[in-house]
């Protein structure tokens, strides 16, 4: 079965922290991107990661992705209440036009 | 601006009534998708489109239709044959260009409730 899993499922964090967000995917593929979405929101595109190895930055946020191992991580430095929402990591499956999501990580940034 | 259009934003159905989402987009690209949402879950694909006059059921397409007669939209009608279609419903399009790198760009949601 094809599968996307992300962990942690929630996550509380005080400002200021450090911490990374796993995505771990079964499927043969060659990009995995991040999304962000506020509640009650749309999906908002954060990082596309291309090929093994590839590290991408924005802000306070950083994701990687090892394709060997199947797995993407989205790190966040000193976290800001602002970064507080739900994060999703998606593949694509290779040689389709098909997606799958991750179940989402929950994020609370504690002031 | 460039984006996807879906409307309504909130959409409520009555028993044994069909209902449809709209969904326009004006970035020109090929590919279009359907997703539902349920709340604390992930997205799960309904529908997909490659190109006009083309569609493929995704992994929940039962009780649902669509219809791709024009580049820009991609319409999903929840039958009366879906049980249960509370949910959040949001629209995608991907380009597919040769320097593009596939990402899906989503529209503001249609939030449907049942009466």
């Known amino acids: 079965e094809l599968k996307v899993e992300q962990n942690p499922l929630f996550l509380s964090m005080q400002e200021g922290k450090n911490y990374t967000i796993y995505c771990n995917y079964s499927?043969?593929?060659?990009?995995l991107y991040w999304y962000r979405q506020d509640p009650g929101k749309s999906l908002e595109s954060l990082f596309v990661l291309l090929s093994n190895g590839a590290v991408k930055q924005e802000g306070r946020l950083m994701a990687s992705l090892d394709t060997k191992a199947r797995l993407s991580t989205l790190h966040i430095t000193a976290a800001v209440h602002d970064l507080s929402a739900t994060y999703f990591c998606a593949v694509d499956m290779r040689g389709t036009y098909k997606y799958i999501f991750g179940t989402g990580t929950r994020l609370k940034v504690l002031a | 601006d460039g984006g996807i259009t879906q409307s309504p934003k909130y959409l409520f159905r009555k028993e044994g009534q069909n209902v449809t989402l709209s969904c326009e987009q004006n970035?020109?690209?090929?590919?279009m998708y359907w997703y539902r949402q349920d709340p604390g879950q992930g997205l799960r694909l309904i529908y997909y489109s490659q190109i006009v006059n083309d569609f493929q059921k995704g992994d929940i397409a039962e009780g649902y239709s669509v219809s791709r007669e024009k580049k820009e939209s991609f319409p999903l009608t929840v039958t009366s044959a879906q049980k249960n279609p509370t949910a959040f419903y949001l629209c995608a399009s991907r380009d597919s260009g040769r320097a593009a790198k596939n990402i899906q760009y989503f529209g503001a949601g249609t939030r449907l409730s049942v009466l």
């Open positions: 499927t043969t593929s060659d990009r």
């Open positions: 970035l020109n690209h090929d590919a």
